[in-house]
């Protein structure tokens, strides 16, 4: 017997049986709050806005309000809005760079962190993501969960092939607690609630 194989035989004699300690409900642990009020202010000490169109205002009116530089390379992943490209146009990653302002759907939103939460359902190409300038990024209020614990039992967990969590734009820090926003991803990353 190898000295692993005598290691992993004592850890398993050692253990205690897996009933003997039965995990909590993850429902119960954290924050229970699931509420878009919670969701916003989350977002927003992350560095993340919110995008509330006015009354009778389009998606696609409200993105041109955000973004008023003309000639912006805009993708749109959902019917909601209007771009101009289509991700099938981008085959590559190489092809996403230039892409200015992303809109896209995410699956569901994490209250307690004011995250999203995008797969290959969503993305299409995964690059988009972190390659594009901006993101605009439609939640159905419904599909806020409270927490990190409540998000794991998402089906999205367990059949995405490719997942990512996002909180507001990328940042960096350092050791003298300087922060750049956009640093390493998006320069900007704005929710609109938006029911499906």
């Known amino acids: 017997m190898s000295a692993r194989d005598s290691i992993l035989a004592t850890l398993r004699r050692n253990s205690p049986p897996p009933a003997a300690h039965p995990l909590p ?21 992350m560095g993340g806005t919110m995008l509330d169109r006015q009354q009778g205002e389009t998606l696609d009116q409200a993105i041109a309000l955000r973004f008023p530089k003309p000639g912006l390379m805009i993708c749109s992943l959902v019917p909601e809005a209007t771009g101009t490209v289509r991700i099938e146009d981008l085959p590559t990653p190489q092809s996403a760079e230039p892409v200015d ?41 419904a599909q806020i969960t409270a927490n990190m614990h409540t998000a794991y039992l998402r089906p999205e967990f367990h059949t995405a092939r490719y997942g990512v969590l996002m ?8 050791i003298q607690g300087v922060l750049i926003r956009g640093a390493q991803g998006v320069r900007s990353l704005a929710v609109c609630f938006m029911p499906q």
């Open 167 to 174: 909180s507001g734009p990328s940042a960096t820090a350092d």
């Open 25 to 45: 409900d993850p429902a119960v642990l954290g924050e229970a709050d699931a509420s878009p009020e919670r969701f916003s202010a989350s977002l927003l000490q």
């Open 101 to 141: 302002v992303t809109i896209v759907r995410a699956a569901f939103g994490i209250a307690e962190t004011g995250s999203i939460f995008l797969s290959e359902a969503q993305l299409h190409l995964n690059a988009i993501a972190h390659l594009t300038q901006h993101m605009v990024v439609l939640l159905d209020p």
